[in-house]
């Protein structure tokens, strides 16, 4: 129960949006529960009628007690006879003709009941999948939601594997608990409660031997559902691992192929698909060994049953009931139980993804950002530094960097480059320092103003799996074609674009795998003139490209450059010699500035990287 009530109380936020489809579903399935006692009633009825005693001395309720009037009072007699009238009207009787009514009534009556609760069951169900469907359905977007919003150290630690079984695997072991096990654990319950009354009524005494046998039942179910949870946790983080598996193997399967390494690969996939079989095999067999268990002690006290009516000389009617009883509450015992196998697999689901909507972003916007409609004046570094941990990789840099200035940043590997970039979109916030823009620290700015003045053309270049126009357009949401169009020339993309099988809606496969580089490129560029915005971020923008369509690149770039502040990255310093100033970093710090031409002949770190790549006047 405790882990039902931690599973609903996750859910319920998602729940109480769709409260009036949930309620019915809920109140169906207590009708539905309440049936199964209606059923036996029934059948006791007709016992009744059918035997060769008078019908006058035996006052049938649901259950087939007798009542004494002192006991339970008038209106208890009052729905006594009320009850008796419409029997005795619609159910034939032994030894008395039997009308058309009667002949109907005692044709229709299990029937209808069983129709009435097969409805019911079914509109429980329904009900309550449609709420657990949409659930699922929002839980996936929070979900996905929640990890967009979340600062890039997170991505850093978590792997891809991770982070699909989130959204996918732990969302859809949610979605199957609440659809298998939501609405049995309102009807099951109910189911029983109903039954026990009835019995009750029926002789209570052989109803608490019966109930004795419950405690038996619930205790290796509880031990069972244990060593459910413990495998289905292990295999969920089998699961994880095989999944981040598959995607290093397939993003990585040109190096896989080059050093013929399919067949190890596919060797660590076998050995994880092997442990994955071992946790299922424990999950199946906790879960497999509830019924027998439940049924062998249940069948005990069946056959414990059977002795003691025998041995009381209770009534055949009677009897039949008692016994159909007994076989009718040990079957929703069964379900419940599995149920609960069900709760203890999505527990270590939920609790993960209760995690992840409980991580809080490192990079926070304050509560009362100040508004960036534009960009007027300066970018500011002042004394900014930056670490990951106890190394620094950036100390005391600062600069200005005023608007319509052209930056140029370069460096050796693992000097600092790429983080200044990360710093000046605050994917993080330095550690020392701070950046200001317009005199304001980007730590008091709206995220979306920052980024909405900011377009980033970068070496790793990101096409979605949507249209060419699409990928374009989203630079800036809501673009018209004609503007598209228009970004895609000024990027010299349009031509390549119209050779396309069909143009502008030509869907790009993932990664982009379907363009050339150059082409890639270039429709990151039209992606950043689409964007307009007046700072451009260009971070290695040519390093992956070949002579020739870094050539053709680079007169893209040059075109998008005009007119707007640029902060350029680049590891070929023949990118930079258009730049108004250039930057060399050294393990995180400034140590050259100055432009292209005055650098060279400087002679220092700059120059010597110049020589090295065949770069001079």
Known sequence: MQNLAKVLRFGWPYLRRYLGRFLSGVFLAVLFGLTNALLLWAINTILVRMSPEPAAVTSVLPGGATLSHGALGEWKAALQSGTERVVDAWLPRSGRPADWRQVVGGILLFPLLA?????????????????????VNDLRVDVLRKLTSLSL??????????????????????????NGGLSDTIKEPVTILGIVIGLFLIDWRLTMITLVFFPLVIVPIVILGKKVRRSAKAGLNTTITQASLIVEVLSGIRVVKAFNLEEQQVNRFRHLSKDLVTHSMRTIRAKELTNPIIESIGTFGFGLLVVVIVMREIKVEDMVTLLTGVAFVYTPVKKLAGVHNLIQQTQAGVERLMQVLREKPT??????????????????????????GHDAILSDISLNLPRGTKLGIAGESGSGKSTLVNLLFRFYDPTAGAIRIDG????????????DRMALVSQEVVLFDMTVAENIGCGRPGATREEIEAAARAAFAHDFILRLPQGYDTRVAERGVNLSGGQRQRLAIARAFIRNAPILVLDEATAALDAQSEAEVQVAIERLEENRTVICVAHRLSTLRSMDRIVVLSAGRVIEEGTFDGLIAAGGVFAGMAVRQGVGR
């Open 115 to 135: 129709a009435l609760r097969g409805f019911l069951g079914y509109g429980s169900s329904y009900c309550l999948a449609w709420v657990s469907e949409r659930v």
């Open 153 to 178: 150290d997170y991505f850093n630690k978590a792997t891809t594997g991770d982070l699909i079984t989130r959204v996918n695997g732990d969302t859809a072991m949610l979605q199957k608990c609440l």
């Open 363 to 388: 990079v926070q916007e304050s509560s009362t950002p100040v508004r960036l409609p534009t960009f007027e004046s300066a970018i500011t570094l002042d004394h900014l530094g930056f670490s990951y």
């Open 440 to 451: 304001h620290d980007l730590r008091a700015l709206s995220l979306s103003d920052l980024r």
